[in-house]
């Protein structure tokens, strides 16, 4: 083979793997990001050992170490983030049962049962891919809720404590003020007990004068 046969055969090759570069990349970007399923081209019930060769493969093909793609980052973040889904058990959980439900919500609107044939059909699968979307959707809108709700109920509880919090260091520095003017009180108390003293000995005398004038 002539040089340059060679050297228009690695120019194809090389354009050939930006293709599929590129079109991993499109496709990871244009699937629904919230299906880890449908970031890694996987099916529900997949064992782990296919998640994390899909995982590898798809990861060194679109790396953006790999490849000039100004995308490549936002893909290969989602494809990451997908693969730690499907890797903890609590949320690959929670995404199959987020599809399952979508299964059974899109055969109740449609009025079949698994028994039929439609349940099979490129509709169906469309139909099923749309309502897997709005079910992930509305789980999340809920828990977006909840943990509003949470954090309106921990802040409520927070003041609450701040308030009790406050009151306790009131009634402690008022305790102190008091502790502290105590011995001012009983002085001016003994200075008054004095007085009132020497005014009763003094109304004494000059009644007894009086009576000996008389």
Same mark, same amino acid.
């Given at each position: 083979?002539?040089?340059?046969?060679?050297?228009?055969?690695?120019?194809?090759?090389?354009?050939?793997?930006?293709?599929?570069?590129?079109?991993?990349?499109?496709?990871?970007?244009?699937?629904?990001?919230?299906?880890a399923?449908?970031?890694?081209?996987?099916?529900?019930?997949?064992?782990?050992?296919?998640?994390?060769?899909?995982?590898?493969?798809?990861?060194?093909?679109?790396?953006?170490?790999?490849?000039?793609?100004?995308?490549a980052?936002? !893909?290969?973040?989602?494809?990451? =983030?997908?693969?730690? @889904?499907? &890797? #903890?058990?609590? +949320? $690959?959980?929670?995404?199959?049962?987020?599809?399952?439900?979508?299964?059974?919500l899109?055969?109740?609107?449609?009025?079949?049962?698994?028994?039929?044939d439609?349940?099979?059909?490129?509709?169906? !699968?469309?139909?099923?891919?749309? =309502?897997?979307?709005? @079910?992930? &959707? #509305?789980?999340? +809108? $809920?828990?977006?809720?909840?943990?509003?709700?949470?954090?309106?109920?921990?802040g409520?509880?927070?003041?609450?404590?701040?308030?009790?919090?406050?009151?306790?260091?009131?009634?402690?520095?008022?305790?102190?003020?008091?502790?502290?003017?105590?011995?001012?009180?009983?002085?001016?108390?003994?200075?008054?007990?004095?007085?009132?003293?020497?005014?009763?000995?003094?109304?004494?005398?000059?009644?007894?004068?009086?009576?000996?004038?008389?």
């Open positions: 083979m002539a040089e340059d046969d060679k050297d228009i055969l690695s120019e194809l090759e090389a354009a050939g793997k930006e293709f599929d570069k590129d079109a991993e990349i499109a496709r990871i970007l244009g699937v629904f990001k919230l299906d399923y449908a970031v890694l081209d996987l099916q529900p019930g997949v064992p782990e050992s296919d998640i994390k060769k899909v995982y590898r493969n798809k990861s060194l093909l679109i790396h953006p170490d790999k490849t000039p793609n100004p995308q980052p936002e !893909a290969f973040d989602r494809l990451k =983030k997908a693969q730690t @889904v499907l &890797m #903890d058990e609590k +949320q $690959r959980t929670s995404l199959d049962e987020a599809i399952a439900d979508a299964r059974m899109t055969m109740r609107d449609k009025k079949l049962t698994k028994d039929d439609e349940v099979k059909s490129e509709e169906f !699968a469309r139909a099923w891919r749309e =309502k897997t979307k709005w @079910v992930i &959707m #509305d789980n999340e +809108q $809920r828990k977006m809720k909840q943990m509003k709700a949470a954090m309106r109920e921990e409520r509880q927070q003041r609450k404590e701040e308030e009790e919090i406050a009151e306790r260091k009131r009634k402690r520095d008022h305790d102190q003020a008091w502790e502290q003017t105590r011995d001012t009180r009983i002085n001016s108390w003994r200075d008054f007990q004095k007085g009132a003293k020497g005014a009763d000995d003094g109304g004494k005398k000059k009644k007894k004068k009086i009576k000996a004038l008389a």
